[in-house]
C-alpha cells in the first residue's frame, strides 16, 4: 500500500478454481520452504505467524514483483526478472534467493491486519492472514500474466464504489479492508478496524474469524444452505436481493438446523433495517423450495412452476416482471428448460444474474426429460446472451464472473455433446443407457444415470428434428433415402 493511502488490487484469472474474477489483494498459500526464510525483528512471534510474513513477501514478490525487503535495490533489474521467473517456474526457493543477496525479510514492515477463515458451506476453505504493507522506495508493481488479469493502485473509497455499482466482486475481508482503509487518514490508523472486524462502525458479523454475512456486490447476499441436491453439489445457494427491502431466493433446505442458519441472518439484517419482505422460487425442485413456507412470508413463482408445487404461492411472476429492490432493481426472464417454469432475474445496470438452475457454478446442470427440454434449455441460454449479462449467481457452486464467456462455453459444451450423441447412434435401435459410455467418455460409471437423463433429452431434441428415430425406448440413426 502506498503511504498516500491508496491500495494496489489485483483482479483474479477466470480460469482459476477460487474466486476467479474477483477483486483482491497480492497474496496466496504457505509453503513448507518458508519457514526457512531469515527472519528480522521476529522475536515473539509465534511459529505460525513468522511463515506467513515470509510467504507474504514471497507472493508479494512472485505475483507483482515488489520485493519488500530492506536492501532490495541492490539487485539489478534483469537478475531480478530472472529470480521472479525461477520462483515462478523453476522452483527456485525464496529463502535461497534472499540469502544469495543477503537479504532478510524485515517483520516490523508487515503489519498484522487480520485474520480470517472462509465460511464452512464454500468448497475450498482457507484461513488466511492479512498485513499491512507500505511500497518500498523503488518499487512498483508489475502483473504478469496467468493467476492474475489485472492490477491497479486505487482509492479505498473509489473501489467501493466499483463495489457498490455491481463492477467489482469483493469477498468480504477485501471489502472490510477497503471500507477500514476509506475510513482513517493514515493507513495504519485502519490496524484496529482491521484486526476486530466486529467492532467497526459497520458491525461486520464474524465469528472465530468466519464472517457471517457473504455479499459479493452490494444487494446481493449469499447465504448456503445444505439441501438434498445431486451431486456433486451439496448446497443451494439462497440469495438475499436488496437492501432496506429483501427478496429470500430459493430457500431449499428442508432440514431445521439450515433453515436456523437463513433465519439468523435475516434476523440480524432486519436488526439493520433490511427487512425480507417475500420469498422467490426460480423453479420448483425440493432442493430450491424445500424452506419456502417456514419463513412465513409471501411466496412468488412463475404459473408453470406454481403448478407444480404442493403448496400455494401468493404472486405470480411474469416475464419482464420488474422487482424494485437493491440499489438498481430486477427483471424477471422466464427462461425454460431445466423446468418448464425455471425463472432467472438480471439486475439492470450491472447485469448480475440470478441463474437457479440454468447455469452451474462447477460442470452443467441436467436436462430431465419431461420436464426438462434441451432444445428451450439452448434457447433460454441465447436469449440471457442477448442480455450481456456480468457476474452469475447459480443455485449451487461459486459465483461466476464473466457472464457471457460463461454461457458462451456452455452451448459449446451442449453443441459437442451433441455430436457425441450422434456419433454414438447407429441404424441398430440402442436404448439411451448404451450410449451413455460413448457420448459421456468424460463422466464417472457412477453418474452415469445422471448422464443418461441429459442424453435422453439430447435424444428427444433429435428426433423432433428428424436427426434420429425412435422406436420404442430405443434410438437410432434415420435411414438414408
Known amino acids: 500500500m502506498r503511504p498516500d493511502r491508496r491500495v494496489y488490487w489485483v483482479r483474479r484469472g477466470e480460469q482459476l478454481r477460487f474466486s476467479a474474477g474477483f477483486y483482491a489483494f497480492p497474496g496466496g498459500g504457505v509453503d513448507l520452504d518458508d519457514a526457512a526464510v531469515a527472519l528480522d525483528h521476529a522475536d515473539g512471534l509465534d511459529a505460525i505467524e513468522g511463515p506467513c510474513i515470509a510467504a507474504a513477501a514471497r507472493e508479494l514478490f512472485e505475483e507483482t514483483g515488489v520485493l519488500a525487503v530492506p536492501g532490495a535495490d541492490r539487485i539489478p533489474p534483469a537478475e531480478r526478472k530472472a529470480a521472479r521467473e525461477a520462483l515462478l517456474v523453476q522452483g527456485l ?9 543477503r537479504l532478510r525479510v524485515d517483520v516490523s514492515h508487515f503489519a498484522p491486519a487480520g485474520r480470517w477463515v472462509t465460511p464452512p458451506a464454500m468448497p475450498i476453505r482457507f484461513d488466511a492472514r492479512f498485513y499491512l504493507v507500505e511500497l518500498p522506495p523503488g518499487e512498483e508493481p508489475e502483473i504478469w500474466p496467468g493467476e492474475l488479469s489485472e492490477g491497479e493502485w486505487i482509492d479505498p473509497g473509489k473501489a467501493l464504489q466499483r463495489w457498490e455499482a455491481g463492477l467489482a466482486l469483493l469477498h468480504p475481508p477485501a471489502w472490510h479492508t477497503l471500507k477500514s482503509l476509506a475510513h482513517v487518514e493514515k493507513p495504519r490508523d485502519a490496524l484496529p478496524l482491521l484486526a476486530a472486524p466486529d467492532q467497526a462502525p459497520w458491525k461486520l458479523p464474524i465469528d472465530e474469524h468466519v464472517v457471517k454475512r457473504i455479499e459479493f456486490q452490494r444487494g446481493v447476499i449469499l447465504v448456503p444452505l ?5 451431486p456433486p453439489a451439496t448446497h443451494t445457494n439462497c ?9 429470500v431466493v430459493d430457500p431449499g433446505s428442508p432440514w431445521p438446523e439450515e433453515q436456523q442458519i437463513l433465519r ?3 434476523d440480524r439484517l432486519e436488526s439493520e433495517g433490511r427487512k425480507p419482505v417475500g420469498v422467490l422460487l426460480t423453479h420448483h425442485h425440493i432442493d ?3 424452506g419456502a413456507q417456514v419463513l412465513g412470508l409471501p411466496i412468488a413463482a412463475t404459473r408453470q412452476t406454481a403448478e407444480l408445487l404442493d403448496f400455494p404461492i401468493q404472486r405470480v411472476v411474469e416475464d419482464g416482471e420488474r422487482f424494485e429492490v437493491g440499489p438498481r432493481g430486477w427483471r424477471a426472464l422466464h427462461l425454460p428448460g431445466h423446468t418448464r417454469g425455471h425463472l432467472c432475474l438480471i439486475e439492470e445496470g450491472s447485469g448480475a444474474v440470478v441463474a437457479g438452475d440454468l447455469v452451474a457454478g462447477v460442470g452443467t446442470v441436467i436436462i430431465d426429460p ?11 441460454l441465447d436469449r440471457l446472451l442477448e442480455q450481456k449479462p456480468g457476474a452469475i449467481y447459480p443455485a449451487h457452486g461459486p459465483v461466476v464472473p464473466g457472464g457471457v464467456a460463461k454461457l458462451a462455453q456452455y452451448k459449446a459444451h ?20 448404451d450410449l451413455v459410455p460413448a457420448a459421456y467418455p468424460d463422466v464417472r460409471p457412477e453418474m452415469y444415470p445422471f448422464a443418461e437423463r441429459s442424453l435422453l433429452a439430447h435424444l428427444v431434441k433429435l428426433v423432433r428434428e428428424g436427426r434420429a428415430v425412435q422406436t420404442g425406448a430405443t434410438y437410432s440413426l434415420p435411414s438414408s433415402r
Not at 440469495?239 to 427478496?247: E, R
Open 93 to 101: 526457493k525464496f529463502g535461497d534467493f534472499l540469502d544469495r543477496h
Open 226 to 230: 445444505r439441501t438434498p441436491t445431486l
Open 239 to 247: 440469495l438475499l436481493l436488496g437492501d432496506d427491502q429483501l427478496w
Open 264 to 266: 439468523e441472518t435475516l
Open 288 to 290: 430450491h423450495v424445500a
Open 370 to 380: 419431461p420436464e426438462g427440454d434441451m432444445a428451450a434449455y439452448l434457447e433460454s
Open 414 to 433: 451442449r453443441r459437442e455433446r451433441e455430436d457425441l450423441v450422434v456419433a454414438a447412434l447407429s441404424k441398430t435401435p440402442r436404448p439411451p443407457a
